[in-house]
């Protein structure tokens, strides 16, 4: 079982019991920090007999969902790495709910949600979703930063260390100067001792969109270059879901994460260092 996964008596519980004593979602694993736990949702969870409404899972731990019907953790293990924010000024955190961010004069993050907060954040799969009043909200990834009121965030990748410590890290990324060829329906990215990563189609557009544009633009900007004939919303769903396949194929290829890079404001750029190299030749 992982993260977001229920036990219960639905039929499409990870975890599926056919007991009439089970609630259809009587528990779910959640991923809390460092440690993996099991939350009581419909249902009861007792350990040595005694009610609990979470408890940190552990190899060798006996839940007992109902009389005569115990569950028997056998492993554990826990995700390479999870996604944290980083707030000017504070250490990095690593979220286990909706938190509240406030400032300035003075920062902070408050867990839960509060309505006179700055804005809220809390993580959606391997990123985090900052909502803030007045603007759409941000799905921020590894690599992308914002700007909440003069507070700036970012967001991290942490890899959990052997000694239970998360250390940050850049998903393996390889951190070599790149030289990116942009050539419209393809794109190629080259590295000293790696693989060249080859990009076509829409994934090869949008870079190549962001070569040529050179400096910060609304992502609304390029998907109307992508998708001219789309309504806003429809354009906004493909933009999200091939900005996250861009993304991807750039992970797979060891390619540092925040090469593209959104700001939490609607804008989107390559992120270069000060040794790589672009050309366009569209």
Known sequence: LGHGDLVGRLESAALHLDDPRVSEAHAMVSLRG???????????????????????????????????LTLTVEAVSLPARVTALRVAG???????????????????????????ALAHVWARGDALLLRREGAPDAVLAPGDRADVGGVELAVVELSLAADGQYVTTARGA??????????????HIYRDREPALVLTGISARILSELVACGVPTPWSA???ELWPDEPPDEARAKWDVNLGRLRKKLERARIRGDLVASDGRGNVELRLERDDVVRDES
Not at 174 to 186: N, Q
């Open 222 to 224: 390029i998907a109307a």
């Open 34 to 68: 460092a440690t993996l736990t099991l939350l009581a949702l419909r249902g009861r969870l007792a350990v040595a007999q005694r009610p609990v409404a979470t408890l940190e899972l552990a190899p060798g731990l006996e839940i007992e969902l109902a009389r005569g």
């Open 90 to 116: 504070m250490d990095v955190r690593v979220l286990t709910g909706v938190c509240s961010l406030f400032g300035p004069p003075k920062t902070e993050l408050r867990p839960g949600f509060h309505a006179d």
């Open 174 to 187: 390889v951190a070599a100067p790149l030289e990116i060829i942009a050539r419209y329906e393809s794109a």
